[in-house]
């Protein structure tokens, strides 16, 4: 076969493709203290609704504990550990589980 029937069926090979740096865009002294302030007040809007978001968490915890008269620490825990409890989990069954619930099976379809 010649090499030009092979280079004409042969799929073509991926280029490596190289990230292009972007040139660092020089900014005013005026125009970076003014994107330093807008960074700084949108960072603390965040900070301030975080807070209020645990604020009001705390004050539903509060809530709960003096209504089912648990502790402060307890009703915490459920609320803050029983979210990662209920989407996690343990899901591999382990061969003797697996085992014993088949002999219980067994034992129960045979009474």
């Known amino acids: 076969m010649p090499p030009s029937s092979i280079a004409s069926t042969a799929r073509p090979q991926p280029q490596k493709q190289f990230l292009k740096h972007r040139k660092k865009v020089k ?47 307890r009703c915490q825990d459920a609320v803050y550990l029983g979210a990662k409890m209920m989407t996690g989990g343990h899901k591999k069954v382990s061969k003797w589980s697996a085992y014993v619930a088949a002999t219980v099976k067994q034992i129960n379809e045979s009474q």
């Open 27 to 73: 900014l005013s002294a005026h125009a970076q203290k003014a994107i330093t302030a807008q960074q700084r007040a949108k960072h603390a809007a965040f900070d301030a609704d975080v807070a209020a978001i645990w604020s009001n968490n705390f004050e539903a915890c509060q809530k709960l504990a003096e209504k089912h008269h648990k502790t402060l620490c």
